[in-house]
């Protein structure tokens, strides 16, 4: 039995940082909880065997952990009670088995303050030992943490605490090595252009230009001499010296066409013509000019439905999916919310020079909370909360999100006071859902207008009567 005060053991265990890279750095796991179970510190083997984050476990207690099921039974409690060390066999939740030893630590008082928790495959190959199946399971998932710790994740920037996203790095970082074609499917504001940019970065045209084009932001009437390009005088308007093209712009680099399920369907057959020729040819021009870039598209839509109903065409459908990747709504990764909020805080904190916090209700709050805005919203919504603490003034938006567990509109209705006539609490919550939707469409008007089921001169005339409203209060 080990005895060590508690002094020592916050000096060693609590105040050391290289502590957690040494605990990293041994083959099997090993975790350290308090005498009720808690745990306090955990290496990557441990969450590996388990199936889940570091920073989840951190959160977790042994209890907790056999109840989800994520591994069978806990030596912990008993060796508290006992106070001895307790061994026994487990089976966690990939149906690995260990055998695990729980050795409590005492303070000078003879008070259990800590359990260390080892755990090793069992020696013996009866029925309690790891089959080969098993074992290259460990070695598998071992050798993918770390790949992404030492090669993927060195300089990405890329918050990827769970397993889901922890997949789509690890594709992207094999598909960067290539030059084929990437589709990168995910909902708006899922980072789709953070995982081109990181493609790119870890590419072999990584020197050269990357050139993102929204395909949703240029009017229809100009779409084509953008990307094209055009020669002097083409047409009314045009530019005396004429212009490159956004194609040409990314020779021998890397072209990003975002929202590519917004291009036209007669520049959807020209795009299908650059990229089997890889030719180009600009608007008033008789000769092609060769060119030689690598395409990511991206989209937020069902390409594959859009097929079917005629507005999206199959040859370039299947030329662009060569190799999809989906990027997971922030509602399906949990695990990388509280990772991209602490550090998006970071980050703002650092750029307005401020020390502001997220307490543990908002925190709690942004778990329970479903993001249809993804990790945009996410993002949007700390920076506000950095701002308005910088401006001393409440934050409704992140009060009413961070209220994700009350009643939205009893919050909301407080916020308002009692002074408003029914006419005026409707008028703010349609104002108020109006701005959230444009919001999730990232600004684009013709968009919100289709999801909200209203005319775009509808949508701008009601914006223009809340601006108004605004100015004359």
């Known amino acids: 039995m080990a005895r060590l005060r508690n002094k020592t053991i916050n000096e060693h265990l609590f105040e050391t940082k290289n502590l957690q890279q040494v605990l990293d750095n041994l083959p099997e796991p090993i975790f350290v909880t308090d005498s009720r179970g808690n745990v306090l510190l955990a290496n990557s083997a441990t969450a590996l065997t388990l199936d889940t984050t570091l920073d ?37 939740k990939l149906n690995l088995t260990y055998a695990s030893t729980s050795t409590p630590v005492f303070d000078e008082d003879g008070k259990v303050t800590l359990v260390i928790t080892t755990a090793h495959p069992p020696k013996d190959s009866g029925e309690s030992g790891q089959s080969k199946e098993e074992s290259d399971l460990v070695d598998r998932r071992k050798r993918e943490i770390e790949y992404l710790r030492n090669r993927v994740m060195d300089d990405a920037g890329i918050v990827a605490e769970s397993r889901l996203m922890r997949q789509v790095l690890l594709a992207a970082h094999t598909l960067s090595q290539t030059n084929s074609t990437v589709l990168l499917i995910g909902e708006s504001g899922t980072g789709k252009e953070v995982l081109a940019k990181y493609i790119y970065r870890h590419s072999k045209q990584a020197a050269e230009a990357f050139i993102a084009v929204n395909c949703a932001t ?8 953008e990307l094209f390009g055009y020669e002097k005088g083409a047409f009314t308007g045009a530019k005396t010296e004429g212009k490159i ?51 990511i598209a991206a989209t937020n839509k069902d ?39 602490k550090k ?54 992140v009060n009413i999100a961070a209220g994700a567990q009350r009643d939205l509109f009893q919050e909301y209705f407080k916020l308002l006071g009692a002074e408003y006539t029914l006419k005026d609490v409707m008028n703010k919550i349609e104002e108020r859902y109006i701005r959230y939707m444009l919001q999730s469409c990232g600004g684009r008007v013709g968009e919100a207008s289709k999801k909200l089921g209203v005319y775009r001169t509808v949508l701008y005339r009601k914006l223009k009567a809340f601006d108004k409203t605004k100015r004359n209060n």
Do not use: C
């Open 56 to 92: 989840r476990l951190l959160k977790t207690n042994v209890n907790e952990l056999v109840s989800k099921g994520y591994y069978t039974n806990s030596n912990v409690l008993e060796a508290v009670k006992n106070k001895r060390a307790v061994s026994g066999v487990l089976k966690t």
């Open 218 to 225: 240029f009017p229809e009437n100009l779409v084509e001499a």
């Open 245 to 295: 093209g956004l194609f040409e712009a990314a020779h021998r680099g890397t072209l990003f066409l975002d929202e590519i399920s917004e291009l036209p369907l007669h520049l959807q057959s020209k795009l299908l013509r650059v990229l089997e020729t890889s030719e180009v040819r600009r608007i008033g021009s008789n000769f092609d000019r060769k060119i030689n870039f690598r395409l």
């Open 303 to 341: 390409l594959k439905k859009m097929t079917e109903e005629g507005s999206f065409r199959h040859d370039l459908y299947y030329r662009l999916n060569v190799i999809p990747i989906r990027i997971p709504p922030l509602r399906e990764r949990p695990e990388d919310i509280m990772a991209l909020a």
């Open 344 to 397: 998006f805080l970071a980050d703002f904190n650092k750029r307005y020079e401020t020390a502001a916090e997220l307490d543990l209700d908002t925190l709690e709050a942004f778990q329970r909370y479903s993001w249809p805005g993804n990790v945009r919203e996410l993002r949007n919504l700390v920076e506000r909360r950095v701002i308005s603490g910088l401006q001393d003034y409440p934050d409704e938006s």
